[in-house]
């Protein structure tokens, strides 16, 4: 089995912490960003197989996150998770049409990230 890799974007280092550790026992390859900008960089240097990543981040936020990988050729199907506590049906709607592939809503359970995580994985 191939070990998957994992970009967790957040502006908030206890929240890439909390996330990072979660995936990392599960085997994950688990790279961190603290922005969107960030990702970007790290998303053109090596593939990834899911980003997660929050919505509300300085310099370079969520959805213009999605937008801009969305447009990288490695990028146009890769999954795409916003983990936010952001609840608006606005956001949700704008999340989807940048690309993004799912929304889960912070704070969340380990066990159900993990699942959902393995779900998109395993769709790929």
């Keep these: ?38 990702a970007l960089q790290h998303a053109r240097a090596a593939a990834v197989d899911l980003v997660l990543t929050d919505w509300n981040m300085p310099i370079m936020g969520g ?14 199907e890769t999954p795409i998770l916003v983990l936010t506590t952001e609840a608006s049906d606005t956001e949700k709607s704008d999340a989807r049409a940048a690309g993004a592939s799912g929304w889960l809503r912070k704070p969340i359970e380990p066990a159900t990230l993990l699942e959902v995580v393995a779900s998109l994985l395993d769709a790929e």
Aim: charged share 20%.
């Design 1 to 38: 089995m191939t070990t998957k890799t994992i970009l967790v974007v957040d502006d908030s280092t206890v929240m890439r912490k909390l996330i990072a550790a979660t995936l990392a026992d599960s085997v994950y390859q688990v790279l961190l960003a603290a922005d969107g900008a960030a």
């Design 63 to 76: 959805h213009l996150l999605i937008r801009e990988l969305r447009q990288l050729e490695n990028y146009a």
